[in-house]
């Protein structure tokens, strides 16, 4: 399984774009990487997935560089509401009838202020 | 509809009770969870099942027993805990059961052991 290593925490202002980098040297051929958001006492949400280049949703953008060994969630204007855990995650994308695991690595928590 | 259902939210047991978490889904997803979590730390994955069989146990002690009755359902019956065990217990589905498949995660039990 492909490790990741990100920031353990990060401050913003409200307002600002905030970019969390995720690092996935040993990411494989056949993994995606996937980004979820997590409140406290909340089950982890969806938030953006992508295997190369560039992905843009309502929400966020995922930029990944050619060799894929690194990724950024890039959240643009901020809110207080956006306070809460980011985790970054690679998972492979062929579906071969057998389970494969999701690991989740420590997660950044982003703090949003005034 | 892509919600997930756990009830109940809060569970309070001493260690000798038998007690159940329920797991629901409508998503027609083939791909059920269950993960821990303890205070500021990630998820981590106890259970996966995979087309109703169990796919994947994460070295989970016997007191900890899942069950799937159906594609829809998913139970984690609980005996003899620990107050260690103490944590929030999250259930996720997957329309398949691939890493890089979006994980879907309900609410969790929040769980205390005496």
């Known amino acids: 399984l492909a490790k990741t290593t990100q920031p353990i925490s990060m401050d913003s202002y409200e307002g600002q774009e905030v970019n969390i980098t995720c690092s996935h040297n040993n990411i494989a051929t056949n993994d995606y990487i996937t980004w979820y958001q997590q409140f406290p006492s909340q089950g982890p949400r969806f938030i953006i997935q992508g295997y190369k280049t560039k992905v843009t949703n309502e929400v966020a953008s995922l930029f990944i560089p050619a060799d894929r060994k690194s990724s950024t969630l890039s959240l643009p204007r901020v809110s207080l509401s956006d306070t809460a855990v980011y985790y970054c995650?690679?998972?492979?994308?062929?579906?071969?009838?057998?389970?494969?695991?999701?690991?989740f690595g420590t997660g950044t928590r982003l703090q949003v202020t005034l | 509809d892509t919600e997930v259902t756990q009830t109940p939210k809060h569970l309070v047991m001493g260690m000798t009770n038998k007690k159940s978490l329920k797991c629901e889904q409508h998503?027609?997803?083939?791909?059920m969870y269950w993960y821990k979590q303890k205070a500021k730390k990630p998820p981590e994955l106890m259970f996966v099942?995979?087309?109703?069989?169990?796919?994947i146990n994460e070295s989970v002690p016997s007191r900890f027993s899942p069950e799937c009755p159906n594609s829809s359902l998913l139970n984690l019956h609980l005996h003899a805990l620990q107050p260690e065990d103490s944590a929030l217990y999250l259930c996720?589905?997957?329309?398949?059961?691939?890493?890089?498949?979006?994980?879907?995660f309900g609410p969790g039990t929040r769980l205390t052991v005496l």
């Open positions: 996720a589905s997957s329309q398949v059961p691939k890493g890089a498949d979006t994980q879907y």
């Open positions: 099942y995979s087309y109703e069989k169990l796919s």
């Open positions: 995650l690679v998972g492979d994308m062929r579906n071969t009838g057998t389970a494969s695991k999701l690991t």
């Open positions: 998503m027609g997803h083939r791909a």
